[in-house]
């Protein structure tokens, strides 16, 4: 997995969660007090700056009282779909580039 697109899992990731903390109603302090990790934890995974070990991703899992797997699936269906998309673009740009220019 190249650089951009591990940047990009720990971004998606941090939606993920932040997704299922406020559906719980927790604040990002009481998930912290419930998963047994630093006060500042969840705000630094949720803005995809840092990514949890499994040990703490099934604490955190635990905390909101979801299967941890679920914060793994949604987390890969929505990276390939923002990869996927990011790559349409990108394969796009370089057709356009590598295309023949037509001449009048």
Same mark, same amino acid.
Do not use: C, W
């Given at each position: 997995?190249?650089? !951009?697109e591990?940047?990009?899992? #720990?971004?998606? !990731? $941090?939606?993920?969660?932040? =997704? #299922?903390?406020? *559906?719980? $109603? /927790?604040?990002? +302090?009481?998930?912290? +007090?419930?998963?047994?990790?630093?006060?500042t934890?969840?705000?630094? /995974? +949720?803005?995809?700056?840092?990514?949890? =070990?499994?040990?703490?991703?099934? #604490?955190?899992?635990?905390?909101?009282?979801?299967?941890? $797997?679920?914060?793994? =699936?949604?987390?890969? *269906?929505?990276?390939? /779909? #923002? /990869?996927?998309?990011?790559?349409?673009?990108?394969?796009?740009?370089?057709?356009?580039? *590598?295309s023949?220019?037509?001449? +009048?």
């Open positions: 997995m190249s650089a !951009f591990q940047r990009r899992v #720990a971004q998606v !990731f $941090g939606a993920v969660l932040r =997704t #299922a903390r406020k *559906h719980a $109603g /927790i604040s990002q +302090e009481h998930l912290a +007090e419930l998963a047994d990790i630093d006060r934890y969840p705000s630094l /995974i +949720e803005r995809g700056l840092r990514q949890p =070990t499994i040990g703490r991703a099934i #604490a955190i899992a635990d905390a909101l009282r979801i299967e941890p $797997g679920k914060l793994v =699936t949604s987390t890969l *269906h929505r990276s390939n /779909i #923002a /990869i996927n998309r990011l790559t349409l673009e990108l394969l796009k740009l370089q057709t356009m580039k *590598h023949p220019k037509v001449r +009048e």
